[in-house]
């Protein structure tokens, strides 16, 4: 099928945008989770942030399968089985309270995490390909602002049935139940869904006659060929290693301020974001490239990123949004710089790029066990190298094609 045409595209953009609510809710529990499990497992604020570390490497373990499933099944049916996957993870969550057991809590996190890899390549490639190349960025920030609210509707709902002042294990049960229920439900509906497949310009399935808009791939013969996308793959995992620095730990530090109602002080990183977001969508291509977002992103996240470690801790909290919209532009950037020119290669090099989001999990462990050595305030310093590279891959690294 030919890829839809501009005035065809809502369609395709409202469906995809509405898994990407899902899957912005699901990574929203973590952030919601992260304080709740620290007591009702009673863990230290390093283990807690093992969350992360459970979600984040299903990426890197399921990333390699993602291209594969995604050939086989297409994009459509990739979502569709990425969201059958959450669903299993969020209904595993159960169980691990009835029990108490935190392993078992960790296990439903990675089953989560599984459906995250897949959904996350899936829609990013799909948005990608699905309309110019130079307006990628704006496309993939109309998904993002999906994504984000529904990260900090995650923190509201959750909020209603857990309190986190008043930690109950049982509290997880009931919402999860329903979770579990409403993703395999939309899991169904989206099977019988109207979402139009679509395939990259030059790829393995594709129709004669596109192999020349991607000239640079069919001189390749392997995936290991193109250095720009080899360069995203570290690009991705800094990406969502600075960004879920920012979204994951706000409620935490605003609870280990003894702020108020912390649960809710992850809407403003994701309000920053989502500003972010209607910014690349204004901006991105018509007056800004997505090289150029990069850059001044980056420049903004190293320069915010030194001023938390400077101010006072009670005022340091206010800047963590100020990272939220500087982190907004990089995945809606990276990834359709990093897939670029790559051909019959796309699905496989978006199986590569998922990899690099355990990134997420890394960084935020290296965070939590920073913190509760050091303090919050010089573990904010671990984003800084990650805003170093993704300011080399916009400047030079994304060029690169010999």
């Known amino acids: 099928?030919?890829?839809?045409?501009?005035?065809?595209?809502?369609?395709?953009?409202?469906?995809?945008?509405?898994?990407?609510?899902?899957?912005?809710?699901?990574?929203?529990?973590?952030?919601?989770?992260?304080?709740?499990?620290?007591?009702?497992?009673?863990?230290?604020?390093?283990?807690?942030?093992?969350?992360?570390?459970?979600?984040?490497?299903?990426?890197?373990?399921?990333?390699?399968?993602?291209?594969?499933?995604?050939?086989?099944?297409?994009?459509?049916?990739g979502m569709v089985i990425a969201l059958m996957l959450m669903s299993a993870g969020f209904l595993m969550i159960v169980p691990s309270a009835k029990t108490v057991g935190f392993p078992l809590f960790l296990s439903a996190l990675f089953v989560n995490g599984l459906g995250q890899a897949l959904l996350s390549g899936a829609y990013s490639t799909y948005i990608s390909i699905i309309g110019n190349p130079d307006s990628a960025a704006a496309r993939i920030s109309i998904m993002g602002i999906c994504a984000k609210v529904f990260y900090a509707v995650a923190s509201f709902i959750l909020a209603f049935?857990?309190?986190?002042?008043?930690?109950?294990?049982?509290?997880?049960?009931?919402?999860?139940?329903?979770?579990?229920?409403?993703?395999?439900?939309?899991?169904?509906?989206?099977?019988?869904?109207?979402?139009?497949?679509?395939?990259?310009?030059?790829?393995?399935?594709?129709?004669?006659?596109?192999?020349?808009?991607?000239?640079?791939?069919?001189?390749?013969?392997?995936?290991?060929?193109?250095?720009h996308l080899l360069l995203g793959v570290p690009a991705i995992f800094f990406t969502v290693g600075v960004e879920y620095l920012a979204l994951g730990t706000m409620n935490d530090y605003?609870?280990?301020?003894?702020?108020?109602?912390?649960?809710?002080?992850?809407?403003?990183?994701?309000?920053?974001?989502?500003?972010?977001?209607?910014?690349?969508?204004?901006?991105?291509?018509?007056?800004?490239?997505?090289?150029?977002?990069?850059?001044?992103?980056?420049?903004?996240?190293?320069?915010?990123?030194?001023?938390?470690?400077?101010?006072?801790?009670?005022?340091s909290i206010w800047l963590i949004p100020v990272l939220g919209l500087a982190n907004a532009l990089l995945w809606p950037a990276v990834w359709p710089l990093a897939i670029a020119d790559l051909g019959k290669f796309t699905e496989t090099?978006?199986?590569?790029?998922?990899?690099?989001?355990?990134?997420?999990?890394?960084?935020?462990?290296?965070?939590?066990?920073?913190a509760g050595k050091y303090g919050y305030q010089p573990a904010y310093m671990v984003a800084f190298p990650g805003y170093l590279f993704i300011f080399y891959f916009a400047l030079w690294g994304s060029k690169i094609r010999t």
């Open 254 to 315: 605003a609870q280990h301020l003894g702020l108020s109602n912390p649960q809710n002080y992850v809407w403003l990183v994701s309000f920053a974001m989502i500003a972010g977001y209607i910014a690349g969508v204004l901006f991105i291509p018509k007056y800004l490239s997505q090289a150029n977002a990069l850059v001044a992103s980056t420049v903004l996240g190293m320069t915010v990123t030194l001023l938390i470690l400077f101010i006072p801790a009670a005022a």
């Open 1 to 77: 099928m030919k890829n839809p045409a501009k005035g065809s595209m809502a369609v395709p953009l409202l469906m995809v945008g509405s898994m990407n609510a899902v899957y912005g809710f699901a990574l929203g529990v973590n952030a919601f989770f992260i304080p709740f499990v620290r007591q009702a497992f009673n863990v230290t604020t390093g283990m807690a942030y093992m969350i992360m570390v459970a979600t984040f490497s299903a990426y890197l373990v399921f990333g390699g399968f993602t291209g594969p499933i995604l050939k086989k099944a297409g994009y459509k049916g």
């Open 161 to 227: 049935f857990m309190d986190l002042a008043d930690v109950k294990i049982d509290d997880i049960i009931t919402p999860f139940y329903l979770i579990a229920g409403i993703t395999f439900i939309m899991g169904i509906v989206y099977y019988y869904s109207p979402l139009p497949e679509v395939k990259a310009a030059g790829g393995e399935s594709g129709k004669a006659g596109e192999e020349n808009q991607s000239a640079y791939a069919s001189s390749k013969t392997g995936i290991w060929q193109f250095p």
């Open 349 to 370: 090099g978006a199986s590569l790029l998922v990899t690099g989001i355990i990134g997420a999990g890394i960084v935020s462990l290296m965070f939590g066990f920073m």
